[in-house]
Antibody, heavy 118, light 112 residues
Framework: QVQLVESGGNLVKPGGSLRLSCAASRFTFSDYYMTWIRQAPGKGLEWLSYISSDSDYTNYADSVKGRFTISRDNIEKSVFLQMDSLRAEDTAVYYC???????????WGPGTIVTVSS | QSALTQPPSASGSPGQSVTISCTGS?????????VSWYQRLPGKAPKLIIYEVYKWPSGVPARFSGSKSGNTASLTVSGLQAEDEGDYYC????????????FGGGTKLTVL
C-alpha cells in the first residue's frame, strides 16, 4: 500500500520559516505528480501547491504564492514545502498527497501540524 | 480561487440514503469532469472515495455514488452504516491559470 509520511511541523513565530518533508514509499515516486494541501482549524481543505514528476512544472494557490516553494528529490523519494514569511493564518495541518487519476488526490499522508504564533 | 460550497452537516439513519451537494462555478465544476470526493474518518487522513465525478477507486463500496449537473456535484451514500460517520469533502480541478484545485468546506455526516 502506498505510504506518505510528513514531517517538519512545529511552532514558529510570525515571519519565520519552516521546511516540511514528505517521505514516499511503496510506489514509483518518480512517476507521479505530488501536492501539498492544508486544513486550518475549523476550516475546510485548501490546495496549496503541486509539482510535476520531473520538477519541471509547479503551481501555487494565491494564498501562498511568493512565500512557499515546493520541490522534490526523486532519488530520496521525497517532496518538500519551504514556507517563508509565515503568518498566523498559515496555522494548519499540512498534508502531502499523490496526484492520482483524473486530477484526484488518491493517497494522503497523516499530516503534520504547523502553528504560527508569537 | 473560491472554495466550493457544501452544507455543513447531513444525517440519516442506518440503511437510509443521504446526498451531499457541492456547488461551484463555471470555472471549476461546470468546466471539468474532474470532481472528486474524500472521506475523513476521525483521526484518519482523507481517503479518496469518488473521482472523475462518479468513478470508484479500488476497494470503495458501490454504496458511495457521485453525479454532476451544471455547476453542482453530489455524493450519495446509500445503505448508511455507522462507520460512514465522518467528514466529507468535494474537490474540483480548476486549471484556468495553471493547474489548481478547489475544495469544499466539508460536510459532517452523522449516522443517527
Amino acid at each position: 500500500q502506498v505510504q506518505l509520511v510528513e514531517s517538519g511541523g512545529n511552532l514558529v513565530k510570525p515571519g519565520g520559516s519552516l521546511r516540511l518533508s514528505c517521505a514516499a514509499s511503496r510506489f514509483t515516486f518518480s512517476d507521479y505528480y505530488m501536492t501539498w494541501i492544508r486544513q486550518a482549524p475549523g476550516k475546510g481543505l485548501e490546495w496549496l501547491s503541486y509539482i510535476s514528476s520531473d520538477s519541471d512544472y509547479t503551481n501555487y494557490a494565491d494564498s501562498v504564492k511568493g512565500r512557499f516553494t515546493i520541490s522534490r528529490d526523486n532519488i530520496e523519494k521525497s517532496v518538500f514545502l519551504q514556507m517563508d514569511s509565515l503568518r498566523a493564518e498559515d496555522t494548519a495541518v499540512y498534508y502531502c498527497a499523490r496526484l492520482g487519476p483524473a486530477n484526484s488526490f488518491d493517497f494522503w499522508g497523516p499530516g503534520t501540524i504547523v502553528t504560527v504564533s508569537s | 480561487q473560491s472554495a466550493l460550497t457544501q452544507p455543513p452537516s447531513a444525517s440519516g439513519s442506518p440503511g437510509q440514503s443521504v446526498t451531499i451537494s457541492c456547488t461551484g462555478s463555471s470555472s471549476d465544476i461546470g468546466a471539468y469532469d474532474y470532481v472528486s470526493w474524500y472521506q475523513r474518518l476521525p483521526g484518519k487522513a482523507p481517503k479518496l472515495i469518488i473521482y472523475e465525478v462518479y468513478k470508484w477507486p479500488s476497494g470503495v463500496p458501490a454504496r458511495f455514488s457521485g453525479s454532476k449537473s451544471g455547476n453542482t456535484a453530489s455524493l450519495t451514500v446509500s445503505g448508511l452504516q455507522a462507520e460512514d460517520e465522518g467528514d466529507y469533502y468535494c474537490a474540483s480541478y480548476a486549471g484556468n491559470n495553471g493547474p489548481y484545485w478547489v475544495f469544499g468546506g466539508g460536510t459532517k455526516l452523522t449516522v443517527l
